[in-house]
């Protein structure tokens, strides 16, 4: 989620790049000159880069955790040393150990058409790179799709969340330190500048956040016919089969719901359980929330809501659930009032929900889990498909046949069986989401190759096909087509 939404019905990219020159087409095309002026990057040089990153994020930890607790007002530190550091840390030190056999010229067999000679295929950085960060992991949605891109051997644009002006400035920092701005930079400013940002013709555009705005990010690429990654999110569901180990399953959706207070693309979004085990869910849920959070009101364990603005429209799906009928349980075990100021929500859990309710069209993006119980899985997987596909799903049962047929039977850009959200964090798997939840994907090779130019490369041997293809054709060429004709029909 973004800013940029508050500003969808308003005001679109070109509104602001139509009427003056983009304030950034200068630096993207300095940064387009010293790339096709250096010439293709070595191993060695990529190799260099990724580890001044590697130093970089080391160097500044301290102002990356605080920059964070100052955009979300609280967060908690062992949260943010996780996912804004050691993330992005262990993300370089992978594509290090991998990049020389990444880089490789691929060699392809020939086919009945291009006997005699031999193909290859090339990974060539496009160019210049514009990446567009989200607010919820400030640092790491901004750095795994730099590294990916600086693997690839590309120039880069960086732009932070316009919600996170704190780590926008400390990266800025971190950045104009250690590379030269024709390389990599960060740009910053407030949602005007996001709008600029991706109306530039870079020559490839990732962006992390909503679907709405991802669809204005797309429009404005494709006036440029620039490519894009999208990174979205939607409601991604759980699958609880009647044969879960009920104890690890709620350790596991919990993980994922309450870290970050819920703001991660990738969270449980509602629960789909058997309705004879719906009610047992529901309390041992809320005896392990209790257990996790037994104070609520001065928990440096709980990470604030970003800003008052989402805060109130967590609150607001709440108060729509319950005026429209919703049972609505909220886990506050010492009864506390909330000081004026802590963007603070209790963990809550919402049964009786309808297709009427906010809550069950919008992604929540906060620490609040509806319920649903079905009769049998087949329902489950209808409730699914009748909607938007998700950036993931979970299900959670002993029984792998089963647990496989389910996802298979969904689309979804990524799943996990008897876990949550761990998927993101797996380097040899892609990320990314399908349909209206993302387009493409990266992390590892794969987003080594989201950001390259994958270029077919013939080279042909001494005989050559175009020998029959001359005219005037005569009898010995008929003769050879009608063989090749044969060969292919069979």
Not at 244 to 272: F, H, W
Not at 381 to 400: H, M, S, T
Request: aromatic content about 8%.
């Amino acid at each position: 989620m973004n800013s940029l939404t508050a500003t969808a019905e308003n005001k679109t990219p070109e509104d602001s790049t139509e009427s003056i020159q983009n304030p950034y087409l200068s630096l993207l095309e300095n940064q387009r000159k010293a790339f096709m002026s250096h010439g293709v990057l070595s191993y060695e040089e990529r190799i260099a880069h990724l580890n001044t990153l590697k130093r970089a994020i080391g160097e500044f930890k301290d102002p990356l955790i605080e920059a964070v607790m100052s955009d979300f007002g609280h967060r908690n530190e062992i949260e943010t040393i996780a996912t804004e550091v050691i993330a992005p840390i262990g993300e370089i030190g992978f594509t290090k150990s991998k990049l020389k056999g990444w880089m490789k010229h691929r060699r392809v067999l020939p086919t009945l058409q291009t006997l005699g000679g031999t193909g290859k295929i090339l990974y060539q950085p496009k160019g210049v790179v514009g990446v567009m960060g989200a607010w919820n992991y400030p640092a790491s949605l901004s750095f795994s799709p730099l590294i990916g891109a600086m693997a690839a051997g590309n120039h880069c644009m960086v732009r932070p969340s316009d919600l996170s002006p704190a780590m926008t400035e400390v990266m800025k920092q971190l950045i104009a330190k250690h590379f030269d701005e024709n390389y990599v930079t960060v740009i910053d400013g407030d949602v005007n500048a996001s709008i600029a940002f991706s109306a530039l013709p870079f020559d490839h555009l990732i962006y992390t956040g909503g679907t709405q705005v991802g669809s204005m990010v797309m429009q404005a690429a494709a006036k440029n016919l620039t490519p894009v990654t999208l990174e979205m999110g939607g409601k991604s569901p759980v699958i609880i089969a009647d044969d879960a180990d009920m104890n690890r399953t709620i350790e596991s959706i919990l993980m994922g719901k309450l870290v970050n207070s819920g703001q991660t693309c990738i969270a449980p979004d509602y629960i789909l359980v058997p309705e004879q085990m719906k009610e047992g869910f529901i309390e041992k849920c809320s005896k392990n929330i209790a257990e996790r959070y037994p104070s609520l009101a001065h928990n440096d364990d709980i990470t604030w809501i970003i800003n008052e603005r989402h805060y109130r429209r967590i609150h607001g799906l709440i108060d729509d659930a319950s005026e429209k009928g919703a049972r609505v349980i909220q886990i506050n075990p010492a009864s506390e009032t909330i000081p004026e100021g802590k963007r603070v929500i209790p963990p809550t859990l919402i049964t009786d929900v309808t297709d009427e309710m906010n809550i069950m069209n919008e992604e929540i993006f906060g620490p609040v889990l509806p319920v649903i119980g079905y009769n049998h899985v087949d329902e489950a997987i209808q409730y699914i498909n009748d909607r938007p596909r998700p950036l993931a799903l979970y299900y959670f049962g002993k029984n792998k046949q089963r647990a496989v047929d389910t996802i298979y039977a969904t689309t979804s850009g990524g799943a996990c069986i008897n876990e949550t959200m761990l998927h993101i964090s797996h380097n040899n798997m892609p990320f990314g989401g399908i349909g209206p939840s993302g387009l493409g994907g990266y992390h590892g090779f794969d987003g080594f190759v989201e950001f390259s130019h994958k270029k077919s490369v013939y080279y042909q041997g001494p005989i050559s096909p175009a020998k029959w293809i001359k005219p005037p054709y005569g009898p010995k060429a008929k003769k050879v087509m009608a063989w090749a004709a044969n060969r292919v029909a069979k």
